[in-house]
């Protein structure tokens, strides 16, 4: 039996330093309550800490940035709330559109569009139509994203494709069933922050964060910057990564 290809780095020449970046950007709620202020103004400095990491991250080489924005099970949360989270979304896709389009950023929007306004739709689409032939930067917005739902979504089209005549089942392999992720066209993430303190995926990027390098800083999201990025770049580099083979000098 011929072994699975070994997962790599997403930037092959230099491993040492990660490429993909993935954020789960937790703790708005608690910056604001601890300040004696309501939810919705932590979601508005968050969106400042976003900009100033997205720059940073730009700054700093990387090639593609992953930001867990609106989770499906986000919806549990009251409907105000909500919607204080889609116009953000809003407001941020406006307002820096036009910039982010010169600066030579895709922008791509993971998750599904089910359920989703339609102003917010065209938005999403607007913004990834104007960038798609931008190839400086890539900025994924997860909005409307979980991991589960996205490997279910992915599942059906493998199945629709099977039917259809367009995909051999037995052809179905882990190279082939990335075809029908969201992100089937990114190199899998290198290194995941999540702030807040919290340990744990909250459903986000099951599949692609199999071999991703976990980073978790006590920092609430609106205070995160260019430092914590370095910071969280630093831990990343003075790991070592295997999949699944033996440390380096050990064969
Ligand atoms: C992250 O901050 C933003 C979203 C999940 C949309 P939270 O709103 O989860 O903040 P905490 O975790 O309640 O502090
Ligand atoms: C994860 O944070 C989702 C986003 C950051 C968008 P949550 O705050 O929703 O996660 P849990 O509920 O603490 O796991
Ligand atoms: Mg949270």
New binding site residues.
């Given amino acids: 039996m011929s072994a699975a290809p070994a997962p790599t780095a997403s930037n092959g020449d230099d491993v040492s330093r990660p490429g993909h970046v993935a954020i789960i950007?937790?703790?708005?709620?608690?910056?604001a309550?601890s300040r004696g202020l309501p939810?919705a103004v932590?979601?508005e400095r968050?969106v400042e800490a976003l900009r100033r990491t997205v720059e940073a991250a730009q700054k700093l080489g990387l090639e593609t940035l992953t930001v867990?924005?609106?989770?499906t099970e986000?919806w549990r949360r009251p409907a105000s709330?909500v919607s204080a989270?889609f116009g953000l979304l809003k407001a941020y896709v406006k307002r820096d559109l036009d910039r982010l389009t010169r600066e030579g950023v895709r922008i791509r929007v993971l998750g599904t569009r089910a359920g989703l306004p339609a102003d917010i739709l065209a938005l999403v689409e607007r913004a990834e139509q104007r960038t798609r032939d931008n190839a400086k930067f890539n900025l994924c917005i997860a909005f409307n994203y979980g991991g589960r739902e996205e490997l279910v979504r992915a599942a059906q089209a493998a199945i629709k494709a099977g039917l259809e005549g367009k995909l051999d089942p037995d052809s179905l392999n882990e190279d082939t069933f990335e075809q029908f992720l969201d992100t089937s066209d990114l190199p899998d993430p290198d290194l995941l922050i999540r702030t807040?303190g919290?340990s744990r995926l909250s459903n986000f990027l099951i599949w692609q964060a199999a071999y991703t390098e976990l980073v978790f800083m006590d920092v609430?999201?609106p205070d995160f910057g260019e430092s914590h990025l370095r910071e969280a770049i630093e831990t990343y580099m003075a790991r070592e990564r295997r999949f699944g083979g033996l440390a380096s000098g050990a064969a």
Avoid: A, C, V, Y
Avoid at 25 to 31: H, L, P, Q, V, Y
Avoid at 68 to 71: A, E, L
């Fill in positions: 950007m937790d703790g708005n709620g608690r910056w309550t939810r932590g979601h968050g867990f924005s609106f989770s986000n709330e989270l807040s919290e609430l999201w």
